[in-house]
């Protein structure tokens, strides 16, 4: 059975750093599009961070600079250096991802204002709280 395990968040002062993983198992297809959504109450998912199979990474505007990829040594885990955390990165940080045949590639997008409802597999969220 497909599915997503994302961890990783925590609390940290202002300037701190986290790292958080998403490991995908169980999917068919090596081809995908992975992102990272926060949320705080009373607001919508809104993307931070998109990577492809091929490596190509977004970012939003509120994170460039701050927040990066990296592979894991596990097959299909990523992993989402955050650094120079403030509280304004404070939410409930969910991995989703769209995994797809290869041949289907150019008709996916994969940033971050690709809208949350385009997503079905998602992770069960990680807490990051940022204080000040």
């Known amino acids: 059975q497909a599915q997503l395990e994302d961890s990783g968040g925590g609390s940290v002062q202002a300037g701190g750093s986290l790292n958080l993983t998403c490991s995908a198992s169980?999917?068919?297809?090596?081809?995908?599009?992975m992102v990272w959504f926060r949320q705080t109450p009373g607001h919508e998912r809104e993307g931070v961070a998109a990577i492809d199979s091929d490596g190509i990474t977004n970012y939003a505007d509120s994170v460039k600079g701050r927040f990066s990829f990296s592979k894991g040594n596990a097959r299909h885990t990523i992993h989402l250096q955050m650094n120079r955390l403030t509280p304004q990165d404070t939410a409930m940080y969910y991995c989703?991802?769209?995994?797809?045949?290869?041949?289907?590639?150019?008709?996916?997008?994969?940033?971050?204002?690709?809208?949350?409802?385009?997503?079905?597999?998602w992770g069960q969220g990680t807490q990051v709280t940022v204080s000040s």
């Open positions: 169980g999917y068919t297809h090596r081809t995908y599009c």
């Open positions: 989703a991802a769209d995994y797809y045949p290869w041949i289907q590639r150019a008709e996916k997008t994969c940033t971050v204002g690709v809208s949350p409802h385009e997503y079905n597999s």
